[in-house]
Antibody, heavy 120, light 110 residues
């Protein structure tokens, strides 16, 4: 059964870069049938799509975050990663990674989420 | 891109039916049959309940159904149960090849 697990620092200082990795187990990230994405949820607020990537490296980003976001994939490690630069307190959130089957229109498997706090 | 519009809260008694609306534009909800619905219990990851407007993933109860008319999609839960109490989010693919979520709806089972 496919599982996704987020990992990375739980605390990031303002103006620095947030870096998270999602490890895929029980399946191959190189499957042509899937995209892989990042979604976040600030405390007490709703879901926000950050961006998604195909195993070939094609990326899709939320326009409101595009200037600060980089999503990459490492097929040799079956992982994909998120980098968000110049973070502020507004970037404090639970960050989820997820799988998109066939198109980025839906997410059918999610990681458990990891909390990232931006604070000095 | 602007978030899709959902009611902040809805409520219903056990056994009743409720409907949650999700309003967008012709560039997202109205332009594609790529509307999804997610259920999220407190402290848990979201769970896909409906995709492509009205399709249920394997394992999702038949009590959950989806539809769309124009720029508004809807999620209907029939035979309401206590376990249905959760937050519900819609999402849609957009003409910019992006994904947008609704603000979320808190469902209370009275």
């Amino acid at each position: 059964q496919l599982q996704l697990q987020e990992s990375g620092p739980g605390l990031v200082k303002p103006s620095e870069t947030l870096s998270l990795t999602c490890t895929v187990s029980g399946g191959s990230i190189s499957s042509s049938s899937y995209y892989w994405g990042w979604i976040r949820q600030p405390p007490g607020k709703g879901l926000e799509w950050i961006g998604s990537i195909y195993y070939s490296g094609s990326t899709y980003y939320n326009p409101s975050l595009k200037s600060r976001v980089t999503i990459s994939v490492d097929t040799s490690k079956n992982q994909f990663s998120l980098k968000l630069s110049s973070v502020t307190a507004a970037d404090t959130a639970v960050y989820y990674c997820a799988r998109h089957p066939f198109t980025i229109s839906r997410m059918d498997v999610w990681g458990q989420g990891t909390t990232v706090t931006v604070s000095s | 891109q602007s978030a899709l519009t959902q009611p902040a809260s809805v409520s219903g008694s056990p056994g009743q039916s409720i409907t949650i609306s999700c309003t967008g534009t012709s560039s997202d909800v109205g332009g594609y049959n790529y509307v999804s619905w997610y259920q999220q219990h407190p402290g848990k990851a979201p769970k896909l309940m409906i995709y492509e407007v009205s399709n249920r993933p394997s394992g999702v109860s038949h009590r959950f159904s989806g539809s769309k008319s124009g720029n508004t999609a809807s999620l209907t839960i029939s035979g309401l149960q206590a376990e249905d109490e959760a937050d519900y989010y819609c999402s849609s693919y957009t003409s910019s090849s992006t994904l947008v979520f609704g603000g979320g709806t808190k469902l209370t089972v009275l």
